[in-house]
């Protein structure tokens, strides 16, 4: 078992200096990457910059931006048994990226950034996905939260959402709910992220036996 | 001897979730923080999110915000004896930050973020200054950098300016100019942030004293 995970932000630059990123520490993804070798198979970490170490054992690979994110889980994604996203990646980034430090000046403000869509890593990996392969999205929603998340199964193919809030960027505990992919909720917890990522790690032996035995 | 430090980036959320924010570590103010102790005197440290430690025997206040990094600055510097402004404060923030997350549309692409200037904090603390008190400015530059740290001197009322550059972020070393308030190049050092941090203290000191012999 082979598993492909995202985790932590990426930062998204206007300028040498200044980025657009989020607090997501990592801490999801490593829980998630130790749950995998209690289970004896291989984690495949690819983290955008986070202060946490990953469990020894585990496979990482450091990006810094959404767009080196994809291109490093794209080359990996081949490989594995599935992927989950539990990435925070900036799914905004600006139109151009000023070659110098932008300097403050009265006349200049205020100060117009266009922010334009990065590519949907998930949604990008779900396009060359096989039939044996698998993907977990995480959603971070702050309003209509279960509309949101079973919008999110559709346009990453994804075989289950886990569904969570701002109260777990950071922070030890999360309160999440796993949806599968007909939109039926299969578990609520409340938990530490090393017990949410083992949660996680039965539906995935779960779906995976399935499908074994439909095949 | 009293000296308030501030260190680290501060963030400026959009919604919830993402914020503006830059990859400084906090590791110079915490360079100065030790350099401090190591003279006998007690560094007042106001940070913003860092994953690195302060010495111990540092008095450090938490902070998220440049707004909330310029009121407890502000509540401290009286009781110091000068300040030095290590941080990178995020000078830029949203004009309105969205209540929920933002969320991706077609539609609505690009985004349009405006930005508004900060306020800057060595600045605000000029006004109150009495003239036993000194201020210490860092300036990161990528262009004209002598210009706009001389600059920077006038607005902020500096009585010496570090420069540096963006290869200095999240560095374990660092390449400055110490510049005084007349616009002369007084030292120019490669160094660890810990040697880097010894020197600006010595330069403290040194106009510290001419200024006892001046009154």
New interface residues.
């Given amino acids: 078992m082979r598993i492909l995970i995202t985790s932590g932000p990426t ?1 998204q630059y ?10 997501s520490s990592g801490r999801m993804g490593a829980a998630l990457a130790l749950a995998v070798l209690e289970r004896g198979g291989m984690p495949v970490v690819v983290s955008g ?1 986070v ?1 946490i170490d990953y469990p020894e054992g585990a496979e990482v690979h450091r990006v810094e931006t959404t767009v080196e994110m994809l291109e490093a889980a794209r080359s990996l994604f081949g490989e594995c048994d599935g992927v989950i996203g539990a990435a ?1 990646p ?3 980034q600006p ?1 151009t990226v000023a070659r ?5 000046h009265p006349d200049r ?9 990065t590519p949907d890593i998930l949604a990008e990996l779900a396009k060359t996905k096989r039939a044996d392969q698998w993907i977990i999205a995480f959603a ?4 209509d939260s279960y509309r ?1 998340a079973v919008e999110k199964i559709r346009k990453k193919g994804a075989d289950l959402v886990v569904l969570n809030g ?1 109260a777990s ?1 950071d922070a030890v505990t999360t309160d999440v709910s796993l949806i599968d992919s007909r939109g039926r909720i299969r578990a609520e917890l409340h938990d530490t992220k090393e017990q949410v990522a083992r949660a996680i790690l039965r539906h995935i032996a779960a779906f995976d036996a399935c499908r074994t035995n439909v095949d």
Avoid: M, W
């Avoid at 040498?16 to 989020?22: A, E, F, G, I, K």
């Avoid at 403000?109 to 869509?117: A, H, K, S, W």
């Avoid at 971070?140 to 309003?143: R, V």
């Fill in positions: 930062r206007l300028d040498p200096v200044r980025y657009l990123s989020n607090a910059p202060g925070a900036c799914d905004f139109e110098e430090k932008i300097a403050k403000t205020p100060y117009r950034l266009q922010l334009v869509e971070l929603e702050t309003e949101h701002p960027i």
